[in-house]
Structures are given as structure tokens and as C-alpha cells.
């Protein structure tokens, strides 16, 4: 087919999200801009640039199509005939479908449901099934991919286009015959992403929110670019008694981090947080755990182990998503590494970060309602086999 390019087709490159405006303008002129059309920024931040995890392979079947929706924009994630997988904006730039809902694999093309119009995995327009000619200026926005491990299906996000900044990779366990095969976990929570992430260097909170006798006791908190590792030791109380061992992490990037227990059962976790939008996270959790000798207490154990750090993740919960920002919090001189923390996460905001105002609250309950008191979850693992004093 020939390139048909009308002058009233869509621009050279591909159209712009309603999200990308407020995004280039900055933090603060985006926040002033809610206030006139009555809506509110939750934080003095945007969403942060990076490696993100989109689906797991197994979902992305060859000829798979799902539709998706992160960064607070509507993408859609497939599978072609060869096995490559793509990220693109899910509006079809002809008249608006969503590629998502309807849209067919056909060998490496994505077809609209609406007129048929095919797609490649860069963009391009490579057929109009009713004319002999293509249209050059209809274009997809494609988002780098990348396939770890026939597992992580991961894309590279930056509000302006800028192409990734750095590679990720897994640690070896990852790949090791000595642990299990990945277990997995998929939890949604109403709290901006870097909410979540500062427990990473927050060992204080494992006593009062998990109640939790020991806390974890930080080593060293180091950043080198994109990666920032935090080493701690951490004693498990059990059963049997207090059991030595470590929490160790390693973020590269605000998307993609690996966090190490040492010590009842080697367990790897890879987190993978993902921007719903600015107020709002999905977090998959995959684990690996170090086999024990036989299947049956490996996953035992495992589980069990799994099943705790989940019920830690819905104990901070009403924490990350009552708790206001503020940008200036107050310290006590024994306190971890928060703006140490905060300083290297600011740089994976493209427009930076809004310094008024000081707090930055949830949303307001609706009209007439008022806030549910929701009690503290019971005692942790940890807290009931507490040593006794």
C-alpha cells in the first residue's frame, strides 16, 4: 500500500494524553490547575518515570490483547504471532476506538475493531483494509519493552517520550534451580507510589504499625543513579525462639525493586509497583523461596511466609491511604534516612516537585459522610512469638 496523508489527518506524531498537559506543565501549576476545574492533587508530585511492570508472560499468550490502564492514561498491552510483546496508547487515531476492547492480533499487527485499520508494533499504520494506500500520520504512541525471565512482562514510562535511561536485570536467584518456581500476588491500594516506597528505609513503623517487638535496625542506606540499596539486620522472633537473619533491598528505579529474607527461609521478593495514576498504586508481589528439601515443606513454609507479608501490606494500608504528605516533615534526630530517601526519589519526576503547599491531605469523605474509624489489624507473626521480657 501507498501512504495516504490527508491534511486534515491526525498530527505527525501521535496525539497527546489529557494527562500530558498537567504533567509538562509541573507539580504546582498542575495542582493550581485542578483547583479551578474543582478537582485536587493528592500530592506535590506527578508519576514518577521508570521500568514498570504491565502484565506477567503467562497472561500474554501469542494473539493476547488486554486493555490496561496506568499512569493515569488507557493503554493496551499484546502479544504477536511471533511471541514479541508491545505497550501502546489504546486509541485508535482514525476515530478514537480503544484498541483494547475488540482489537485483534493479526501475525504482528494490531487491528481495530472499528474500520480495521491495522497497526504495527512500532505505531505505524500498515493497512486500511478499504483503500489501497496507508495514512503516515497515523501513528500509536509504542512504549519500549522488555521480557525478564518468561515472567515479567516490564515497559519504560516517561510523561515526555525520553527513552529508557537505564537497563534492569534480576538477581540470580531468579533464575536459581535451588528455589521455587514464582509465587505471585496482586494487591491495589489508594496511595501515590513513593508512599508506599518509603517503607523501604523505615524500620520505626514495624513496631507500631506491625506490632512487631524487634524492628529491623538499618546497616547502611547507599544510592548509585537509579539504585538505592538499603541493608539491614533483622532478628525473627519464632516459635523456637529469636532467629538471626537479614533484610536487605534494592530499588532500580521507582518501578522495580528486590528485597532478600535471610534467615527462617531464604525468600526472594521482586516488588513491582505500578501508577494507576497519581493517587492510586497496583503492587505485584512475586515470590521465590529457597527449597528446603522436600515440596511439602517448602511450600508450607513458603506460604506461610507469603501470607505474612501480605497481611503487613493491609496493615499499612490505612496508613498510606488516610496519611497526608507533607514536605517538610518534622524529625526526630534518631529517625531513618526519609529525605535522604526522598532526594534521590525526586529525580524520576520529569516536572519536579511542588515545595507549597506544606500538607498535601487525602481526599475529603463525601457530602454528609464522615470518616469510618477502622481499628488496628491483630498482632503479626512476629509480635505473637515476641520474646518474653
Known amino acids: 500500500m501507498t501512504d495516504l496523508a490527508e491534511p486534515d489527518a491526525a498530527p505527525a506524531d501521535p496525539p497527546s494524553h489529557p494527562a500530558d498537559a498537567s504533567e509538562r506543565a509541573g507539580p504546582a501549576r498542575a495542582s493550581a490547575e485542578a483547583a479551578d476545574d474543582g478537582r485536587r492533587s493528592r500530592y506535590p508530585f506527578g508519576v514518577p518515570f521508570g521500568w514498570y511492570m504491565v502484565a506477567w508472560s503467562h497472561e500474554l499468550s501469542p494473539g493476547t490483547v488486554l486493555p490496561r490502564y496506568y499512569f493515569g492514561r488507557h493503554l493496551v498491552v499484546w502479544r504477536d504471532d511471533q511471541g514479541g510483546a508491545h505497550v501502546q496508547d489504546a486509541f485508535c487515531p482514525h476515530l478514537g476506538a480503544h484498541l483494547g476492547h475488540g482489537g485483534r492480533v493479526t501475525g504482528t499487527e494490531l487491528e481495530c475493531p472499528f474500520h480495521g485499520w491495522r497497526f504495527d508494533g512500532d505505531g505505524r499504520n500498515t493497512c486500511i483494509p478499504y483503500s489501497s494506500r496507508t ?75 506491625h506490632d512487631t517487638e524487634i524492628v529491623p535496625e ?74 528446603l528439601g522436600d515440596e511439602a515443606s517448602t511450600s508450607s513454609v513458603g506460604e506461610a511466609f507469603i501470607r505474612e507479608v501480605v497481611k503487613q501490606f493491609e496493615e499499612d494500608r490505612p496508613i498510606w491511604e488516610h496519611k497526608a504528605h507533607l514536605v517538610r516533615p518534622a524529625l526526630a534526630d534518631t529517625d531513618p534516612p526519609y529525605l535522604r530517601f526522598r532526594r534521590w526519589y525526586a529525580q524520576f519526576y520529569a516536572d519536579g516537585t511542588a515545595d507549597a503547599p506544606e500538607l498535601w491531605p487525602p481526599p475529603a469523605p463525601p457530602p454528609g459522610a464522615q470518616p469510618e474509624h477502622r481499628p488496628p489489624a491483630k498482632a503479626t507473626a512476629g509480635a505473637r512469638h515476641r520474646p518474653s521480657t
Open 135 to 209: 495514512n503516515a500520520r497515523a501513528r500509536i504512541r509504542s512504549y519500549p519493552v522488555v521480557e525478564l525471565a518468561d515472567h515479567f512482562v516490564m515497559m519504560w514510562f516517561h510523561p515526555h517520550g525520553a527513552p529508557p535511561a537505564w537497563e534492569v536485570s534480576l538477581p540470580p536467584e531468579a533464575h536459581s534451580e535451588q528455589f521455587t518456581d514464582w509465587r505471585t500476588v496482586e494487591l491495589a491500594v489508594a496511595a501515590g507510589q513513593q508512599e508506599l516506597a518509603e517503607n523501604t528505609v523505615d524500620g520505626p513503623h514495624f513496631r507500631y504499625v
Open 218 to 291: 538499618i546497616e547502611s542506606y547507599e544510592t548509585d543513579g537509579f539504585v538505592a540499596r538499603t541493608r539491614t539486620i533483622q532478628r525473627f522472633p519464632t516459635p523456637r525462639g529469636v532467629v538471626d537473619g537479614r533484610i536487605d533491598i534494592e530499588n532500580q528505579g521507582p518501578g522495580f525493586g528486590f528485597t532478600w529474607f535471610r534467615g527462617i527461609v531464604d525468600t526472594l521478593l521482586v516488588g513491582c509497583p505500578i501508577p494507576v495514576d497519581d493517587g492510586h498504586t497496583l503492587v505485584r508481589f512475586n515470590f521465590k523461596v529457597r527449597r
